[in-house]
């Protein structure tokens, strides 16, 4: 009888499948279809145990429909298994924790709801945006952080009086953080972004970065608008190359062809969301957590 099987939604598929073999789990494939109207119908592939389910997806674009997924495996899980611990690498919606402009809905409030009705007994996420979107959860949740996996690749890296650099105030602990497992220092500039209109500015002054290779640290990477921001006023502040180190990279709208256009030497992520810069494996810090 299986003791603990891991559930893989179609948008974790490589991530899961590392993970169960690292946790040591009966893997149970997700067969998904998406019909003509948009619905996913889902198939599970494999033994469910009695015991402790792990569903992992992350829920980046397309956003609801990734989330609707989860949600259906969450519930088929429960079915069978007394405990489903629910990993949701990237966790879609975190930005959207308080009401910054009145009537703003908070959708992190109502996906706490959705998580705990549809049968999760816990929540594990990484790097969430700001851990005001846990609060909202009445379930046990936990964030974890991939940084020290990142570190782990740039640690190897032979850089020029490197310099890590927060792209704005908000993410001046996560850079402190960083530089101080890399041994080095760090500044967060000044951002200002138009509520509105989602647009961003560089707000500092200036900044001693002459000659340096510098390390941008976010926590995710959407339109590229934040980087590309920092990326060009450090450029003229005549800093040497550019590295961007995030956890979660969506790269919407070609970001990546833009971000490196700016500037931008090389682009490094976790496989949170799959993709082309997602070099940085972090299974095995979630494998950590959950045992
Ligand atoms: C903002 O507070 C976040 O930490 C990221 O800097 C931001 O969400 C990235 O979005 P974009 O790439 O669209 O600027």
Request: charged residues 30%; proline residues 3%.
């Amino acid at each position: 009888m299986t003791k603990l099987s891991v559930i893989c939604g179609k948008a974790s598929e490589d991530l899961g499948k590392k993970l169960a073999r690292k946790v040591k789990a009966n893997l149970v494939r997700a067969d998904v279809r998406i019909f003509p109207d948009g619905e996913s119908k889902i198939t599970l592939d494999g033994e469910i145990s009695k015991k402790k389910s792990i569903v992992i997806q992350s829920t980046y674009p397309p956003v609801d429909t990734n989330l609707i997924q989860i949600l259906s495996m969450i519930s088929k899980a429960k079915e069978t298994s007394s405990e489903v611990v629910t990993v949701i690498p990237y966790m879609g919606y975190a930005r959207q924790d308080r009401e910054f402009l009145p009537g703003e809905i908070v959708t992190m409030k109502v996906l706490a709801k959705l998580f705990k009705g549809a049968g999760a007994s816990e929540i594990i996420a990484v790097d969430i945006h700001s851990l005001i979107g846990l609060k909202y959860f009445t379930i046990k949740s936990k964030n974890i952080s991939a940084i020290p996996d990142l570190v782990k690749f740039f640690k190897k890296l032979s850089l020029k009086n490197p310099l890590i650099v927060s792209p704005d105030q908000g993410g001046k602990g996560r850079a402190k953080e960083f530089a101080k497992k890399m041994g080095i220092e760090y500044i967060a500039l000044e951002k200002n972004r138009d509520r509105k209109t989602g647009k961003v500015k560089i707000k500092t002054k200036k900044v001693d970065v002459v000659g340096r290779d510098l390390i941008l640290v976010d926590d995710m990477i959407s339109t590229g608008g934040s980087i590309i921001n920092a990326t060009k006023f450090l450029k003229k502040e005549k800093c040497n190359k550019i590295f961007v180190a995030c956890t979660h990279a969506l790269l919407m709208n070609n970001a990546e062809k833009k971000i490196k256009k700016s500037g931008v030497t090389k682009i490094v992520s976790t496989n949170t969301i799959p993709g082309k810069t997602s070099i940085v494996d972090v299974s095995d810090t979630i494998a950590k957590a959950i045992v």
